[in-house]
């Protein structure tokens, strides 16, 4: 389906009391089907268990698992990030699908190594799914003190996996980011690796891909200053060799070659939460160029903590600062951003539909309260035109803060509602999930809202709380159980949530399938126990309208052998 630009919602008829802030005040539980067999009754909190449920719709089942460890060593692994590759590149005509993951693993000595691996997708063999290739950095053999990768990214067009994350170093913890190739050897000569100018902590939280050979990659993080904290430290790099990309950030009065560093107003720490590029294309569309984006959460002088968005200019210039504050006193937050760039199917810039929007979360109502909110900015070009060098200055014009808060189902008491990621797919529909309290003091449920690029209205200052989401689900299990959603995996009105269920100490993967035409109830749920300790879902992909509809979720795993190891699932849907 798709989406319908007269803005229609799909709703169900209820109505709901409301704050004194005009949000939604939900006291029921959506009804949510476990593993095809199980459903949880609604109604209110108190009351929610688990009932038989023939007639429930079946979920998906387990296609493979993959578990990865070194050497038995009852260490804490962990997978950060997952991608899928359809390869028609090395055999055209017989194409064959991969999924490749990254995160850490520990090593006999205590230490910890970047830990990259490659699968088929399609397995259907005995056993668990083995690994085609693995890529470790450094050499587990030798190894020391803490390496561990945070994030990935991917070219599509030639298997190309770039990963980055912290590596200890004589000046405590850098920025180590790898080019692999398709088979996860390493193409540049060496790593890159960066130490900011205070010779102190650098760690990386994020990565994005532009273009193939010739092109960047950017990476951000938090990185030490001299005589200012933390700052959002952001390196470009080149992908045909790794060095910066002073071609494309030259030196001067922005920053030194290939990095640009923000320092916010207040004295304590700045730290994004991620980076994205989007296509400037000027006036016409017959000419542009590329935008980095970097979101997170800045120190100000008097009014805590603000949610900060940076636009720098594909030749370095910091062309944008917006920085949110919401309507409460106290800190607003960043979690998780997501970017966009839309074009039509002629190829132009289509610029309301090109945006960065960032979640995090903002004071609530209650004093030491948290809502969720969603601050988003479409940029426009400032009237330039060819040639480029026009438009260095400033390039781009973001409006004011337009945002949306949601209150959770229970706005009005001490919920600490707070979401934990965002994405965006199709003509812009934003999904966001985390966790929510149905009142003071109970466990957390999973928390899952979505807003079509309009925000079900206008984006608009006057009325920061907004119109309600276009579709919400609220999913709990049992009252002392706490449920967290940690990752999100959009595919217009359909998203797929990735997360964890924790009860007397044992945590699971939870895994839902969501589509705005069914609001407040899943179509589907799943879940999978380890033998004992935790499991935790950081990372999700979908292939929506793919045949059987697989669906690939990564994260950390215990066994009692092994501690907690990384673990990658593929579940084909019903």
Known sequence: MEHDMNRTEYRCAHTWPRDRRGRRLLTRVAAGVIGGGMVLAAGSPASAQFRSAAAAPPGPTLGWQAREFQDSVNGPDNAVDIQYWFDDITNPGEPVNYVFITGWQTTSDGATVFATHKYEADYTGQGENEPIFSAFYPDPSGATGTNKAVAMAFDPDTGDVYVTGESSGPNGQDYVTIRYNKDLGEVWTSVSRYNGPANGDDIPVDIVHYGSTGYVVAVTGRSLGVGTGDDIATVLYNTLDGTLASGWWPSGVNGPAGERR???????????????????????????????????????????????????????????????????????????????????????????????????????????????????????????????????????????????????????????????????????????????????????????????????????????????????????VLDDTNEWGTAVDAHGIVAYVGGRVSRGGVNSYAMFKFDVRMPFTPVWTALHRALQASDTIEAIVALDNAVPDPVFVAGGSGLSATGKDQLTLRYDQP
């Open 262 to 476: 923000y320092d916010g107003p207040g004295v304590g720490p700045d730290r994004p939460v991620g980076v994205g590029v989007i296509e400037i294309v000027v006036k016409g569309g017959d000419g542009g160029y590329v935008g980095v984006f970097v979101s997170g959460t800045e120190s100000t002088v008097g009014e805590g903590d603000n949610i900060v968005t940076l636009a720098y200019t594909q030749f370095g210039f910091l062309s944008a600062v917006r920085s949110f504050d919401g309507p409460e006193s106290g800190d607003d937050v960043a979690t998780a951003m997501v970017s966009r760039t839309k074009r039509d199917q002629g190829g132009v810039y289509v610029p309301e539909f090109s945006f960065i929007s960032t979640c995090g979360y903002t004071p609530g109502a209650v004093q030491g309260d948290t809502d969720y909110v969603v601050v988003s900015y479409w940029h426009f070009i400032n009237g330039c035109h060819l040639p480029v060098s026009s438009c260095l200055e400033d390039p781009y014009v973001f409006g004011d803060s337009e945002f949306r808060i949601w209150g959770g189902p229970a706005p009005a008491a001490l919920s600490d509602d707070r979401p934990l990621a965002i994405d965006i797919r199709a003509d812009a529909w934003l999904w966001i999930t985390g966790r929510v309290r149905e009142a003071e003091g109970t466990a957390y449920d999973i928390g899952t809202i979505q807003y079509d690029m309009y925000g079900t209205g206008s984006w608009t200052q006057a009325n920061p709380a907004g119109p309600d989401p276009t579709a919400e689900w609220i999913w709990g």
